[in-house]
């Protein structure tokens, strides 16, 4: 199954979100890359990831050209110079997101009991008093995640810190930087998502 759903925050950015439901058959078609992943579900989700930002492209008028890695090994796209790329999945989905004009971050992660059993690990003690129920740990550790990957660079998930702004916004400090992120909850799942 193609494209599910897109997001458009400004002029400059798209967020694109395939449900990966084709067989192993199907997305080799697709891809043009020598892919030397022998896990069926990470090759799908490699390609899939690879096909919404194609999608994100086509519709932003940019093209497309090649995903390459950066100086600190976050995905990039050779035809940007301004702006970013970013990717994120979680079988079934791929998600793809593109912004030209600024760095970006884009995550999903599935609402899950056992994220409990490792909420310690990434939250600090301000985060734990506005938070109640999994899909709210979820969130965090999805903004967290979507805030990283615009740094680019190693550091503690512990150490980015998140406050709730309202509904769905979230604000997170990364040293001395700060980022708007965007949850959205779809089928058991969060999206999350710089702005």
Do not use: Q
Request: aromatic share 8%; proline share 3%.
């Amino acid at each position: 199954m193609p494209i599910i759903k897109s997001i458009s925050p400004d002029d400059n950015t798209l967020i694109s979100i395939w449900k990966i439901d084709e067989s192993l058959e199907e997305l080799e078609k697709l891809s043009t890359d020598e892919i030397k992943i022998k896990n069926e579900n990470k090759f799908k989700e490699y390609v899939a990831t690879r096909e919404a930002i194609k999608y994100c492209c086509e519709k932003l008028r940019v093209v497309y050209g090649k995903i390459i890695k950066d100086d600190s090994g976050k995905p990039a796209l050779d035809t940007i110079k301004e702006g970013g790329i970013s990717i994120s999945h979680k079988f079934p989905y791929a998600v793809g997101m593109v912004n030209l004009k600024n760095k970006c971050g884009v995550d999903i992660e599935r609402i899950d009991e056992k994220i409990k059993k490792v909420k310690d690990k990434f939250l600090n003690e301000n985060e734990k008093k506005f938070i109640t129920k999994n899909n709210e740990i979820t969130a965090i550790w999805s903004v967290k995640e979507s805030s990283y990957k615009v740094e680019g660079d190693t550091i503690p998930l512990k150490e980015i810190l998140v406050s709730k702004v309202k509904d769905n916004l979230y604000e997170s400090r990364i040293r001395e930087r700060k980022y708007k992120v965007e949850t959205i909850e779809f089928e058991g799942h969060i999206l999350s998502f710089t702005t």
